[in-house]
């Protein structure tokens, strides 16, 4: 079973950045359609970004449009989140999570997924 390893996070000023990571150890990523979710204190799971397989076109919620970039390295096996500009509205804890299906463009608030990371700490704050 797909196995999904989470790195990255902390904690950063208004206006940093951050890049997260989601790697796989026995599994090529490629093959998966890969999503970023997060969920804030208090609030519900939101869809952040998602690469499809194959094509890998991306997907982005309104909210990171611009300031966040999703991107593979198949030579490495991950999937990473480059988040520039961060927001103390961006703090949350962040998932990685993937999926077999195939699209031409992801859903990008499609949370029915089969696997998930464990999810890694971000927190804008000055």
């Known amino acids: 079973q797909l196995q999904l390893v989470q790195s990255g996070g902390g904690l950063v000023q208004p206006g940093g950045s951050l890049r997260l990571s989601c790697a796989a150890s026995e599994f090529t990523l490629e093959y998966y359609t890969i999503y970023w979710f997060r969920q804030a204190p208090g609030k519900g799971r939101q869809g952040v970004s998602c690469?499809?397989?194959?094509?890998?076109?991306?997907n982005y919620a309104d909210s990171v449009l611009g300031r966040f970039t999703i991107a593979r390295d198949d030579a490495k096996n991950t999937v990473y989140l480059q988040m520039n500009n961060l927001k103390p509205e961006d703090t949350a804890v962040y998932f990685c999570a993937a999926t077999e299906d195939t699209f031409y463009l992801c859903p990008v608030e499609k949370d029915d997924l089969p696997y998930w990371g464990k999810g890694a700490l971000v927190t804008v704050s000055s």
């Open positions: 690469i499809t397989s194959t094509i890998e076109s991306t």
